[in-house]
DNA sequence: TTGTAGGCGTTATCAA
DNA sequence: TTGATAACGCCTACAA
């Protein structure tokens, strides 16, 4: 690996590097026929700045860095194309990472990626995320942070979030309005941003229609782990079962429909299922399963420009605002391909 | 943001930068009191050292280029995920990049990604990728490179791939024993090796139980695009309809499960479907589909080893071979949950 | 045992 | 218009 250096060109040229690195630059102060030479030599030798210097003496390394929960996922792998369209425009690069989900591993890869320079962060919290005070110490050393989907109210950083409370509402309600009473719903960890808002919409759903909110149909599970299907089966052995899942995370969904076709369950005939996901398959699959689809990729844009704009601001920059990205919800009727995606408002 | 660094040290302690240079890396020649001086005033204001600095000096960057068609497929993130794992713990970063099925792009962005000083590549290549010798020019400059998946055998480089042949031929031979004789084959775009080779493990199988190979029975799809419908509705409409379909990734199994069930046909009473895949939710939603999984994750960390090995190679290394991965046969029953998993040999 | 000087590739300041 | 020098943070040969 040779690598060209403009001291190289400097030594072919009889220039001096700071002429090189001048005329590169079209700095006005060089003659034209300086520039010339230089440029065509460069470009002729096929010159590349080591983007390793260069970050040494800017002091900034032109990488974001993500860190979700985990890539193996599809809504994290969305987002993360997102951000990379963006970051790659914008010109800069992406080191993912990944929390597994724990705590501890957070920390440790935070400050890794802090470590490793890269000039702001990305954020999806693990679900096993309470406290948040060592990210609030970065961010109190003005070091860029934006987080997304798994947020914090705790962190006045800019947050980017699918409208959970809206499309659970959409989701809860479509199914009233199909004749479902008992809506059984299956959330995650129930300290999760997230978690509390898909909740509220469901209740806050069934309040307007003046249904129940029945404690029994509620459940969390744990993320990345495979507990599905025990509560589902304890679900659907109640008198009388529910007559229809809302779940608020694709893999749940999945899990409670392989359930529900292991026993022999009609989909939706007896009993609906709605899932807030974002799997793409489920398109492919469907119906019978009616989604809340979650904007995965704008997710991820948005983020990045947030983060982005932050890292290169100059003067003050606005206060840090959640933003709220509405969600579509994609009916799936049992017969035929009959299919119905309506985009949904952003809620208050 | 502070970032403290030996001189902050030096002058603290004062201390020469060499001194604390020498005293934080342990060496011999330190009086073991200065050690622990050092040592400690580091561990006490948190020292950590600029990672930008060391890969100027050491002109390495220890970070890992992978460059895949997409990032938002279950197996290419399956892939990454084994990536990092190794990655990490050697101490490696990993930088993702996508060519997005395209040939140009896959070439700037791995122009971007050498130009990035990342210290090696892994790549999966673009679908429409028919040329290497760019890729061919960079590794005859010695830089490391490692292909996995879709690999190309004009080039010398280590290549991870999946027993392609022996998982197509046990899907066929699987489909052929429970009485299938009109298997229709849906692969992806031909001059793919790893389109090849399940062709290859199809045909072989069928003769070996000595049934026809019939060419209307055998299509191909272009990748990132949705024309499975057409295409399997095609098939379908001809007399007499295959039995069973074998479709070459889990895309085109997923389009042809949703055409089978919109027809009302029934799987896998009627007509069989097994995948070369390694989708996650296939798991959940089984039966009906089998699968030929892809150990994705492993792949990614044998890729990961290779190239590290390759990095870091201070002696002669021994040549460059391919390495083949054995899949799993899962085959999962209509009825009940049956399913059956069978650790496939790798085939010569 | 510790300090000085030089260099990795680049740009900015100052001098010529 | 161009060149010499210093600096970014770190390491190491050489000197003391």
Do not use: W
Request: glycine letters at 4%; a negative charge; aromatic letters at 6%.
């Amino acid at each position: 690996m040779d690598a060209i250096t403009i001291k190289d060109i400097g030594r072919a040229l009889n220039l001096s590097t700071s002429t090189v690195s001048r005329a590169l630059r079209g700095s006005y102060e060089i003659s034209p026929e300086t520039k010339r030479l230089v440029m065509e030599y460069a470009e002729r030798v096929n010159y590349r700045p080591n983007p390793i210097a260069l970050s040494l003496k800017e002091n900034r390394s032109r990488v974001l860095g993500v860190i979700v929960p985990q890539i193996a996922n599809n809504f994290f792998s969305q987002v993360i194309n997102g951000i990379e369209a963006i970051a790659y425009n914008r010109g800069y690069h992406v080191i993912i990472m990944q929390s597994h989900e724990n705590y501890e591993r957070e920390i440790i890869t935070v400050q890794q990626a802090v470590d490793r320079k890269v000039d702001g962060l990305l954020i999806s919290l693990s679900s096993q995320t309470h406290d948040v005070s060592y990210l609030k110490a970065l961010h109190e050393k003005n070091f860029p942070i934006v987080l997304f989907d798994r947020v914090s109210s705790e962190l006045d950083t800019p947050q980017i979030i699918a409208d959970n409370y809206g499309g659970a509402f959409a989701a809860t309600e479509h199914l009233i309005q199909n004749g479902r009473r008992r809506i059984a719903h299956i959330g995650i960890p129930t300290y999760l941003s997230i978690t509390k808002e898909r909740l509220a919409g469901y209740r806050d759903a069934l309040q307007q229609y003046e249904l129940p909110y029945d404690e029994t149909l509620i459940r969390h599970v744990n993320l990345g782990q495979h507990e599905v299907d025990p509560i589902v089966d304890d679900l659907l052995n109640q008198t009388p079962p529910p007559d229809a899942f809302f779940t608020a995370s694709d893999r749940v969904a999945l899990g409670c429909m392989a359930v529900l076709r292991r026993r022999g369950v009609a989909i939706p005939e007896q009993v609906a299922l709605i899932g807030f996901t974002n799997v793409m398959v489920a398109d492919l699959l469907a119906p019978p399963m009616s989604t809340v689809e979650q904007p995965a990729q704008e997710i991820g844009q948005l983020a990045a420009e947030q983060l982005i704009e932050r890292i290169e601001a100059k003067r003050q920059l606005p206060p840090a605002t959640t933003h709220k990205l509405p969600t579509r919800l994609i009916v799936r009727e049992s017969s035929g391909l009959s299919q119905l995606t309506q985009n949904l408002p952003a809620s208050a």
